[in-house]
Nanobody
């Protein structure tokens, strides 16, 4: 079965950096578009960044210039490098896998999800 396992979350001070990883199994990883979403307390899950099978990328305006999404198809892993973190970045971060080409910002478009990893940014 398909599994997505996120890791790398934690507690960091404002201005700091973290790198999240999402290891995929049970699917042909290189053919899937991948996305990172987040859910902050009391809010709906929102799109953060996406990467196509061909490594095109797209970012939410709130993270553009601070976050970088990348993928390693040989390792079936997608990464999210987060820099200049702000308290508003505090959330549970989820990775999703989408079998359709392109980059999709709607969570309903994604076929599989990981369990999430907590990121807490202190001021």
């Amino acid at each position: 079965q398909v599994q997505l396992v996120e890791s790398g979350g934690g507690l960091v001070q404002a201005g700091g950096s973290l790198r999240l990883s999402c290891a995929a199994s049970g699917l042909t990883f290189s053919t899937y578009s991948m996305g990172w979403f987040r859910r902050a307390p009391g809010k709906q899950r929102e799109f953060v960044a996406g990467i196509s099978g061909g490594s095109d990328t797209y970012y939410a305006d709130s993270v553009k210039g601070r976050f970088t999404i990348s993928r390693d198809n040989a390792e079936s892993t997608v990464y999210l490098r987060m820099s200049s973190l702000e308290p508003d970045d505090t959330a549970v971060y989820y990775c999703g896998a989408d079998r359709h080409p392109g980059i999709w910002t709607m969570e309903s478009h994604y076929d599989y999800w990981g369990q999430g990893t907590q990121v807490t940014v202190s001021s």
